[in-house]
């Protein structure tokens, strides 16, 4: 309900998707990611800010690379290493039309059984300039950082990925939403 009354705000706004994101050098050469060497971050949906360009400069930087794994049917969600960035080729596309390590792969370190994260690059439909974020509304990133807060690294530093007009004076939150740290936007 709250995805589609934000999906219906930006219907009212003519968002347009295609738009070119700020420049790559504006987050490989922030300081929270020049200091991270372990990475989670999203592969990109067609409507999403894409980190293609950032994935190679993980491993050209030779950081960690991790990357989610949704489990159907609940809202669950692993970060599994990637071996390179050429690795993300031999995933298997979901229903949902995202590539992700097949549930059989249990080969991949998950970042929580290892050293945790550093640093959580994040998608999202709308944010708030008070940090708060809209998923798709099943809450896997909100889970998934509560798992980190249990961690002895404790929760990571998050950075939401998005285009100017996904920034809202306010976007609706629950008790269990948890802010991001900042969001990086084409004209910030």
Same mark, same amino acid.
């Given at each position: 309900m709250?995805?589609q009354?934000?999906?219906?705000l930006?219907? #009212?706004? #003519? ?5 070119e ?8 050469d ?5 200091e991270?060497k372990r ?5 990109? =949906?067609?409507?999403?800010?894409q ?8 491993f050209?930087? +030779?950081?960690? *690379?991790f990357i989610?794994r949704?489990?159907?049917?609940s809202n669950? =969600?692993? =970060? ?5 960035? &050429?690795?993300?080729?031999?995933l298997?596309?979901t229903?949902w ?7 059989d792969?249990?080969? %991949? ?5 290892g050293? +945790? /994260?550093?640093?959580?690059?994040m998608?999202? /439909?709308?944010?708030?300039k008070? +940090? #708060? %974020?809209? +998923? %798709?509304?099943?809450?896997?990133y909100?889970?998934?950082?509560? %798992? *980190?807060?249990?961690?002895p690294?404790?929760?990571p ?6 285009f100017k007009?996904?920034?809202? &004076? ?16 084409e004209? *910030?």
């Amino acid at each position: 309900m709250r995805r589609q009354a934000f999906k219906s705000l930006l219907s #009212n706004f #003519n968002v347009e998707f295609s738009l070119e994101w700020a420049e790559t050098s504006e987050v490989i050469d922030h300081p929270k990611y020049q200091e991270s060497k372990r990475i989670a971050i999203f592969l990109s =949906m067609p409507d999403e800010v894409q980190t293609e360009e950032i994935i190679k400069d993980i491993f050209k930087q +030779g950081k960690e *690379c991790f990357i989610p794994r949704y489990k159907p049917q609940s809202n669950h =969600m692993d =970060m599994l290493k990637l071996s390179s960035a &050429e690795d993300i080729s031999s995933l298997a596309l979901t229903s949902w039309n995202i590539l992700q390590p097949s549930d059989d792969d249990n080969a %991949r370190e998950e970042a929580l059984a290892g050293g +945790g /994260l550093d640093l959580i690059f994040m998608p999202g /439909l709308g944010f708030d300039k008070k +940090g #708060n %974020r809209l +998923g %798709r509304g099943k809450g896997y990133y909100d889970t998934y950082l509560e %798992r *980190c807060m249990k961690h002895p690294r404790g929760k990571p530093y998050t950075i939401a990925l998005a285009f100017k007009e996904q920034i809202c &004076e306010s976007v609706p939150v629950t008790e269990n939403d948890v802010p991001v740290d900042e969001i990086l936007y084409e004209d *910030c």
